[in-house]
């Protein structure tokens, strides 16, 4: 069992900036955020491996950063240039060891099997 502790977000006019933490309570082969609007499916923001292999979603590429601190047990998603579009809850999520047939960038939801308590981001225009 992992557990992942988020922290960060909040609110911020367009344009700005936010960065997201998740601590796992343990070592993770694929860390991934999530976000989910009101009223709207939860998408796959960005994914990342335990040997740095990243994906970002096309709407936010340029944009999001996602990164981790395999001593820490720690993801990180650096968020600039904010657009009001960005806000939703976001949520960190884990999936210890590979499987082969599922890919870890692909940010696909159901290939996850830990989940963070989720964190607002809320942008304004």
């Known amino acids: 069992q992992v557990q992942l502790v988020q922290s960060g977000g909040g609110s911020v006019q367009a344009g700005g900036s936010l960065r997201l933490s998740c601590v796992a309570s343990?070592?993770?082969?694929?860390m991934g955020w999530f976000r989910q609007p009101p009223g709207a499916e939860r998408e796959g923001v960005a994914a990342?491996?335990?040997?740095?292999?990243?994906n970002v979603t096309d709407s936010v590429k340029g944009r999001f950063t996602v990164s981790r601190d395999n001593a820490k047990n720690t993801l990180y998603l650096q968020m600039n240039s904010l657009k009001p579009e960005d806000s939703a809850m976001y949520y960190c999520a884990a999936r210890p060891f590979a499987v082969i047939g599922q890919s870890c960038l692909a940010a696909v939801a159901s290939a996850f099997n830990y989940w963070g308590q989720g964190t607002q981001v809320t942008v304004s225009s």
């Open positions: 343990g070592r993770t082969y694929c």
């Open positions: 990342i491996t335990d040997d740095f292999s990243t």
